[in-house]
């Protein structure tokens, strides 16, 4: 589990200097309501077996949040924002 | 005994151990006894490991290996200005004997030196590629944790060592080595030798060994190189060594040829048959973009290609996801393995010990390799490993059996300290004020990455100090933020279950935090100061996870917020006491009595010259004035406090007086109390939660559990006695387990107990009454109470 993230403030940085922040939560669909969206975000993870969208906090570095799409197989990160 | 084994070798058979001594007992007996005689070292017990480093680099390019393959493709790189770092073993061109090789080798280091985006480790070890790519590079000082973004792999070729009867003598020498023995240290291989070349590089070892002074008896040579030895010297054409003669050293040769077997007189013989490629780095990384350059993928190739392989590979930008080594790095060995003879010099494995085990059914080179443990030594079957592949094929006939075995890292011998290298930096956090705490003798106690006082040698003095004087504390190491900003009040308001849009200027309010589940993870304190903002705090423990916590959200609702971390850059001292507000009064011209700054108010006040934010709260129970000051002026702050409160009884107090004066107040610490689902409603926290509120992070989870019973909850219970039960002590209910304790302490105040627990619903009810079972005192009998057991009206903290 070696791999680094582009962060946009550092630059390119192990991913040991980041804390793990879990999928990025789902959008809440039109139409449900608030109980139900809550409810996924807390509980409901996709867990893919390939690229799923995650947040990464920098803490080493400049604490902000980066938005990556991650392959779960092979920890190829794309950086999104 | 080593002579007697000697004689007996035939009978220690591949396996021996195995069959005969891992049966019952013996093995304890033996085990030792083998240890010590095959010179297995001992681990020294007193040695410290060397204080080692851990250094990250992110390079382009991470070339393995300093030859000339190697040195070309960072030079290649380099020039397209990207960052390279080249991991050398040893020194660059140490090992290569002088010649041609080494002056280029020089040539190609000078160029680099001129590069500063050049890192070269020399005397570093790359001890494999792990996925990422991660390559630690072992070097005399540090472990380099390098993650390049591309791999070049050139980590050259050694030369083939044959088998044959006594090929494991003293005076058999391969032709580098010899080489660079004479010509490097300038010893020689032996007096009389017999040479055997077969590669172009061979004939200048032999010109270089001969212009030293070594006897040449004899050249074993094919017609197609006999014309490049020098004229004098005695030619055995197309001959090949079948045998070394001697018992311990070299004595003589036997060398067969078309004309005829004949042994010659020599104590050395010197093989030059050719290379293996150094290729376990390049066979370990499949999933990584990695190439091989140079030797290690085409042995014996020239200078020229080496060093044109080398640059495409440095400066390929992007490589194919696999790049395996051409078919004579992994296709067949050349030649058979002969009957007798060492295959495996690092183990010590015999040809006939290969064939026991193979008769034994280990029909694969897999199999081979765990059985017999041939290329399994220090050098990784960097010399053997094409021996047993060659073993394997000429016996079973199938390619399937003699494949590669795999390879995985580290491909080289590793220290333990090296693996350990940076584990044993520990770094302390300490607030501003830790030089007063030493000053004062305090006992301290790591808190997480803090350093803090648990005492100052006198708990009870201590805590009699905050109950009836003044005393103060370092809290500096609370989580401090600053939000300010257009939406700071509305995404407070959104983040926290209590109300902040009502909250006043100059008031303070406390509440929870709570996740999207509902559930307790820490606790805050916020403070409106107007038109600046609000000032936050969160538990020591929370400080870090809280900025992550607070910008995850501000982020996810696109708030126009600041979060300013002051954790490090506030200090802290909590001023607390009956006596406190005298001992303020004295330090500050700002108004503090209670009409002016009453409970549950903060005011930027200016205490002994320093500017405060002074939060009056009551963790303790007693009129208290949190004054959050700068970090570089606390000691100034204390000081003042110190000396001005003499005559009130001032003492400092720490964590082991505090934890018993919050349980006195029946107040939580999160994470000692709660668990990870405490819900408010399980702390008794209701009262800090406004459900009218249309919205704050973990409402709809608190309104679906508001549907559901309450099967536990955290209680304050009484223990009458003067000792209390061990924390962590399991409560009873008739006989039934019903929970457990989390805080306990005995309160010379209360002249009682003081505890608080999880309880668990016992035939419909929470029990009233419990018994405490402790391992030292037996059953304890004990009451729930509803209310604070210190002044549970809170006019102490009001006064």
Known sequence: MAFLIDCPNCGRRPRTEYTWGGEEPGIAEPGRDAQDAWYGRAWLRRNASGRQRECWFHAGGCCRWVAVERDTRTNEVHVLD | ?799
């Open chain 2, 1 to 799: 005994v080593g002579a007697v084994l000697w004689h007996l070798r035939g009978l220690l058979r591949v396996g021996f151990y195995y069959k005969m001594l891992k049966r019952g007992r013996s093995w304890l007996l033996v085990e030792p006894l083998i240890r010590r005689m095959t010179g297995i070292g001992s681990v020294p017990r007193n040695a410290a490991p060397r204080p080692r480093e851990r250094l990250y680099h992110f390079p382009e390019l991470c070339v393995i290996g300093g030859g000339v393959a190697g040195l070309s493709a960072a030079l290649a790189g380099a020039e397209r200005g990207v960052t390279v770092i080249v991991a050398e073993e040893g020194g660059i061109g140490e090992k290569i004997p002088p010649g041609m090789v080494r002056r280029r080798v020089d040539e190609l280091h000078a160029q680099l030196r001129t590069h500063e985006n050049v890192t070269v480790l020399e005397n570093g070890t790359a001890i494999g590629i792990y996925e990422g790519p991660l390559v630690p590079v072992v070097g005399p000082d540090a472990l380099h944790l390098v993650q390049p973004s591309r791999v070049v792999v050139a980590t050259g070729a050694s030369e083939r060592h044959p088998v044959f009867p006594g090929n494991d003598l003293v005076g058999v020498w391969l032709g580098r080595g010899a080489a660079r023995l004479a010509g490097a240290h300038k010893l020689d291989p032996g007096s009389e030798i017999v040479y055997v070349a077969s590669t172009e590089e061979s004939l200048d070892h032999l010109e270089l060994l001969r212009t030293s002074g070594v006897h040449v008896a004899a050249v074993v040579v094919p017609d197609a190189l006999s014309s490049g030895v020098a004229g004098g010297v005695r030619q055995i054409r197309n001959g090949e060594v079948v045998a070394a003669l001697g018992r311990t050293r070299v004595r003589g040769a036997l060398i067969e040829s078309p004309t005829g077997a004949e042994r010659v007189r020599c104590d050395g013989i010197v093989l030059s048959l050719g290379l293996t490629p150094r290729a376990g780095l390049l066979r370990q990384a499949p999933e990584v973009e990695v190439v091989g350059a140079g030797d290690v993928v085409d042995p014996g190739c020239g200078l020229a290609e080496a060093e044109a392989a080398g640059r495409e590979a440095g400066a390929t930008v992007s490589y194919q996801k696999k790049l395996v080594p051409v078919a004579r790095a992994s296709g067949s060995p050349p030649s058979g393995v002969a009957r007798e003879g060492v295959v495996c010099l690092c183990e010590d494995v015999r040809a006939c010990e290969m064939d026991t085990a193979w008769r034994e059914g280990f029909q694969s080179t897999e199999l081979l390799k765990r059985y017999t443990t041939a290329t399994m030594g220090p050098c990784q079957g960097a010399m053997c490993h094409d021996h047993l592949r060659t073993f394997v094929k000429d016996r079973s006939g199938s390619p399937a059996w003699s494949g590669p075995t795999t390879a995985r890292p580290p491909a080289r011998p590793v220290l333990l300290e090296d693996l350990a290298a940076g584990v044993r930096t520990a770094i302390e956090h300490r607030t501003g004020l830790h030089e007063r705490h030493e000053g004062l003798n305090a006992r301290m106690e790591w808190a997480g990455a803090w350093k803090r006082p648990d005492n100052y040698g006198d708990v009870s003095g201590e805590y009699s100090a905050v109950r009836h004087a003044v005393s103060i504390m370092d809290i500096g190491t609370l989580g401090k933020y600053y939000i300010a900003g257009p939406d700071a009040t509305e995404f407070l308001d959104r983040v926290y279950p209590c109300s902040v849009r009502g909250l006043k200027e100059g008031r303070l309010r406390y509440t929870p935090a709570l996740n999207e589940a509902g559930y307790v993870f820490d606790e805050s304190l916020i403070c409106s100061l107007g038109s600046k903002g609000y000032f936050l705090t969160f538990t020591s423990s929370g400080a870090g996870p809280a900025e992550a916590w607070l910008r995850e959200w501000a982020r996810e609702w696109g708030s126009n917020v600041y979060i300013v971390n002051q954790t490090a850059t506030l200090g802290t001292i909590n001023l607390a006491g009956p006596r406190a507000r005298e001992l303020l009064a004295r330090l500050t011209e700002d108004p503090v009595d209670p009409d002016s700054f009453p409970y549950t108010n903060g005011r930027e006040i200016e205490v002994a010259g320093v500017p405060c934010l002074a939060l009056r709260v009551g963790f303790v129970g007693e009129l208290s004035y949190e004054l959050h000051h700068p970090a570089l002026r606390g000691p100034e702050l204390w000081d003042a406090l110190m000396e001005r409160g003499t005559d009130l009884g001032i003492r400092s107090h720490g964590l082991d007086a505090l934890k018993l004066l919050r349980l006195e107040k029946g107040h939580i610490i999160v994470g000692q109390d709660t668990d990870f689902d405490s819900s408010p409603a399980k702390l008794g926290l209701e009262w800090a939660i406004k459900m009218t509120k249309t919205e704050f992070i973990g409402k709809p989870a608190l309104e679906r559990m508001s549907h559901l019973r309450l099967q536990r909850r955290l209680a304050a219970i009484r223990f009458d006695g003067r000792v209390a039960p061990v924390e962590g002590a399991q409560l009873f209910r008739e006989g039934e387990v019903v929970g457990y304790l989390t805080s306990s302490r005995h309160s010379p105040v209360l002249g009682y107990s003081v505890a608080l627990g999880w309880l668990a619903r016992n035939g419909g009810d929470f029990p009233d009454e419990v018994v405490a079972m402790d391992p030292q005192h037996g059953s304890m009998p004990g009451r729930v109470v509803t209310r604070a057991f210190y002044d549970p009206e809170g006019a102490r903290v009001r006064a």
